[in-house]
Structures are given as C-alpha cells and as structure tokens.
C-alpha cells in the first residue's frame, strides 16, 4: 500500500519558517507527482502546492512566494519549504501523489492519507 509520511511540523511564531518532509520508500518515488495539501479545522482540504516527476511546481495563490516545494529522489522525500508563516496557514499538512507527470488529484480522489504534520502558527 503507498502511503506518505509527513513530518516537520511544529509551532512557529509568525513570519517563522518550517520545512516539511513527505517520504514515501515503496514506491519509485522519482516517478511519482506529489502535491502538499493542508486541512485547517473545518476546511476542506486544499492543494497547496505540488511538484511533478519532472519537477514542474505549483502553488496556490495564498502560499505562492512564501511557500517553495522541492524533491530530493536519492532520499525519496518531497520538501514543503514555509516561509512568512501567517497565522491562517496553521493547519494539519498532507503529502500524497501518484506515478507519472500529472498534476495532483484533488483531495477527495485519494483514498488513503498519512497522519500529516501540524503546523501551528502563533505568536
């Protein structure tokens, strides 16, 4: 079964910076799309940002300029880069994907998620 695994959260004041990682070892990883999603309570969960297996990145308009993912295949692990952290990007963050250049599904297309990682955010 693949399934991510986020780390990296914690509490940050505002304007503070946090790395994610999203790890996934059973899978060819460098093949896969993967997009960072984050559900605050009572919201749906969003995209936020994804990078494709050939690297293309994307971003939501409330994290674009702050926010930067990347990927590191050798470690087959997706970064989510946070900076300017504001006090509405606190959420459970959420890493998943699929094989080949595609952008990420929506949310409700996945039927397996990971336990996420917390962002909290004040000051």
């Known amino acids: 079964q693949v399934q991510f695994v986020e780390s990296g959260g914690g509490l940050v004041q505002p304007g503070g910076s946090l790395r994610l990682s999203c790890v996934e070892s059973q899978i060819t990883f460098s093949m896969y799309s993967v997009g960072w999603y984050r559900q605050a309570p009572g919201n749906q969960r969003e995209l936020v940002a994804y990078?494709?297996?050939?690297?293309?990145?994307n971003y939501a308009d409330s994290v674009k300029g702050r926010f930067t993912v990347s990927r590191d295949n050798a470690r087959k692990t997706v970064y989510l880069q946070m900076n300017s952290l504001k006090p509405e990007d606190p959420a459970g963050y959420y890493c998943n994907g699929e094989g080949g250049e595609r952008v990420p599904a929506r949310p409700g297309l996945y039927a397996a998620w990971g336990q996420g990682t917390q962002v909290t955010v004040s000051s």
């Open positions: 990078i494709t297996a050939n690297g293309v990145t």
